[in-house]
């Protein structure tokens, strides 16, 4: 976990993750072939995947959230004796800490670590799973309430849907901000088209921008506004200010740019999401 720490900003490849050494010994982290990884060097699992899956596509994992909030994995296939389930339920018993490599791209992850094995549910073939230590000591399953569910999502959303939305969103973006090509992704933020609290305001790839951190702001507080044809607007009071270059040429030369968008169509901003967003751009100008 030390040396993934080291590549934490890094879209990890199965190549890549298969040259990490243990005492003299090559131990890939990941397995190519199947979901669970059980090195035999281990008694337990070492890590687990969810590969990736288009936007708009159901994965092959339906690897989702329980009513008390956790999310659950799946086991490999129906045999809960199946040595790779085995393998997992020995980091539940174990209260072992598990690497998640969360699928970005084809062939690309983004790790999630630590991760625990919170509980196992034969019955439904499933682990939950925690995604954060502090996770584990939120009541699970019939224990769990309205308010133990909304805490365990909300860290679920700081420790897993943010980060990945984000890899997602500046991978598809080539890392460059949309608006003014910017390309250090220290810089970068994935920025929502409707907001986290709008019902569509969902942290998927069509409905998010990367943006630099300055039009990132600008965005939010609707000082640029981007049309559904993907022009780009700045706010009239705003074109007639003066002052340095921050303004001169980050904000008042950027209207009338053309957004830079993803190659692959379903990657796009969604032509919906930006037509609501633009409304309340208008509105405020
Ligand atoms: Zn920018």
């Known amino acids: 976990m030390t ?4 590549r934490r900003d890094e879209l990890l490849t199965a190549a890549g993750l298969a040259t990490f050494h243990f005492r003299g010994e090559r131990v890939a982290l990941m397995d190519r072939q199947r979901g669970i990884r059980k090195p035999a060097v281990l008694d337990a699992a ?28 799946k086991y490999r296939g129906d045999d809960p004796q199946h040595p790779e389930n085995v393998a997992m339920r020995r980091c539940y018993q ?14 690309r992850y983004l790790a999630r670590f630590p991760v625990y094995i ?12 925690a995604v954060d230590p502090e996770q ?3 009541p699970y399953g019939s224990n769990a309430n309205e308010d133990s569910r909304k805490y365990v999502e909300r860290i679920t959303r700081l420790r897993l849907h943010q980060p990945v939305f984000r890899a997602r969103v500046l991978h598809a973006y080539d890392g460059q901000c949309a608006i003014c090509r910017l390309k250090h992704v220290e810089l970068l933020d994935a920025a929502h088209i409707l907001p986290d ?5 969902k942290p998927v790839v069509p409905n998010g921008l990367a943006l630099c951190k300055i039009h990132h702001a600008a965005y939010d507080q609707n000082i640029i506004g981007i049309r559904p044809d993907l022009v780009v607007e700045v706010r009239r009071d ?18 009338g740019t053309r957004l830079t968008t993803p190659r692959t169509l379903s990657a796009r901003p969604d032509k919906d999401n930006l037509e609501e967003r633009y409304e309340s751009f208008k509105a405020a100008s």
Not at 94 to 107: E, M, Q
Not at 197 to 201: C, E, I, K, N, T
């Open 3 to 6: 040396w993934l720490d080291q």
């Open 46 to 73: 070492l890590s687990f995947r969810t590969t990736f899956t288009l936007p708009g596509k159901t994965p092959p994992y339906a690897d989702q959230e329980g009513a008390d909030g956790f999310l659950r994995y």
């Open 94 to 107: 174990d209260r072992l800490p598990v690497i998640w490599f969360v699928g970005i791209d084809r062939g």
């Open 118 to 129: 919170l509980a196992d549910e034969p019955e439904q073939l499933q682990f939950a799973v």
């Open 136 to 138: 584990l000591y939120l």
């Open 197 to 201: 609290a709008h019902p569509l305001g």
């Open 238 to 255: 705003i074109l007639a200010e003066v002052d340095g270059p921050m303004l001169k040429h980050g904000l008042q030369e950027m209207a």
